[in-house]
């Protein structure tokens, strides 16, 4: 049934933010050079290593770090990364990734395939087993403001209690996120 969800849902809000994403990826190529998309290696289900689309917020040459792990991070961003980060546009292409099937609309977020740390606690808890999300119980809950630690305990409790219903609640309270720009460290 997520996947019957997934499919439907991402695929049809691809359709319709065609015209925004075509416009996302014009400013992106105006305001800096460099490709459109920046292709990440995420960590998902089962920890197997997928390539995640993202349009590109950071300068060519940024290390594939989490942002909060870059010596100066502002200093990083692209003239509009800013804006896409705090906007969340940056995620948009990650339909794609959904529509393929190797993300859902909601799970826990997919590491950096060198974020150690959090692909040990996730292990332990049992949450690997899940497919990563564009969004989660994490995200509506502190996003990056959050400790690692606290991050993967919301991460298991959404394994837990995870259902149709809690999942639109979480997408819910993601538009609501998004529209306040809360808990957007970068």
Request: proline residues 5%.
């Amino acid at each position: 049934m997520k996947r019957l969800f997934d499919l439907i849902v991402g695929t049809c809000a691809a359709l319709v933010l065609l015209l925004p994403m075509a416009l996302v990826a014009l400013a992106v190529r105006l305001t800096s050079r460099g490709p459109v998309l920046y292709w990440s290696e995420r960590v998902g289900r089962d920890n197997v290593i997928f390539k995640m689309p993202k349009f590109r917020s950071m300068r060519i040459g940024t290390p594939a770090l989490a942002t909060h792990l870059l010596n100066d991070p502002l200093a990083c961003l692209t003239p509009i990364g800013g804006f896409l980060r705090q906007s969340s546009l940056d995620e948009l292409p990650q339909l794609w990734s959904i529509v393929k099937g190797d993300m859902s609309f909601v799970g826990p977020r997919p590491a950096l395939f060198n974020q150690s740390d959090l692909i040990e606690l996730r292990k332990q808890l049992g949450v690997h087993k899940l497919l990563p999300g564009l969004t989660g119980w994490a995200q509506v809950n502190g996003r990056d403001e959050l400790a690692i630690a606290d991050k993967v305990k919301l991460d298991a409790e959404y394994l837990q209690r995870r259902s149709l219903g809690f999942d639109l609640r979480i997408l819910w309270l993601t538009l609501v996120k998004v529209l306040r720009r809360d808990g957007v460290a970068h």
